[in-house]
């Protein structure tokens, strides 16, 4: 899915987290002040949609990087999960742990699905891009996941040359 025409985060200031890694230590938004950040949230570790979103932003990390943006994923999935996926993957990519789900929610990005038929509560794979200022500059919901980070990076890229 393309980027949003209208979001009601867009243009404010993102909501601010402090999250454990993978190993447990807390990492906060407040920690890439000056920096751009690629956050994306998704269902769940191990999953098909998930592992092609995930080992695209890895293939990727190194052009986020000259562009001046960290790259953060984040689920309701443990550290410990979180882990294991990585390792399973060869993923450098940060991956945070909301198990309580207080920052999708804050993210809007929490709600309802249909799984098999059934309608459940649960992680929908949306992506912002916050800028150095903390304040979302784009907003992408329900995404696909191939080829998300490219469109991602070309936002990026657009917005930081000023014609995005």
């Not at 447990?24 to 098909?48: A, H, M, S």
């Not at 459940?120 to 903390?134: A, E, K, S, V």
Request: proline share 5%; hydrophobic share 35%.
């Amino acid at each position: 899915m393309a980027e949003q025409e209208y979001d009601p985060i867009t243009g404010r200031q993102a909501p601010p987290f402090c999250l454990p890694d993978a190993e447990g230590k807390k990492v906060c938004l407040e920690d890439y002040r000056g920096k751009w950040v690629v956050l994306y949230f998704y269902p769940k570790d191990n999953t098909p949609g998930c592992t092609l979103e995930a080992l695209q932003f890895n293939a990727a990390i190194e052009e986020f990087a000259g562009l001046g943006a960290q790259v953060i994923g984040v689920s309701g999935d443990s550290g410990g999960s979180h882990r294991k996926f990585a390792d399973k993957y060869s993923l450098s990519i940060l991956l945070l742990s909301d198990t309580g789900h207080e920052v999708i929610k804050a993210y809007d990005s929490w709600k309802p699905l249909t799984i098999f038929g059934k309608e459940i509560l649960g992680t929908r794979r949306d992506t912002f891009l916050i800028d150095p200022y903390g304040i979302v500059a784009s907003v992408w919901r329900s995404v696909n996941p191939k080829g998300h980070a490219e469109e991602v990076r070309s936002t990026l890229l657009a917005k930081k040359s000023g014609s995005g």
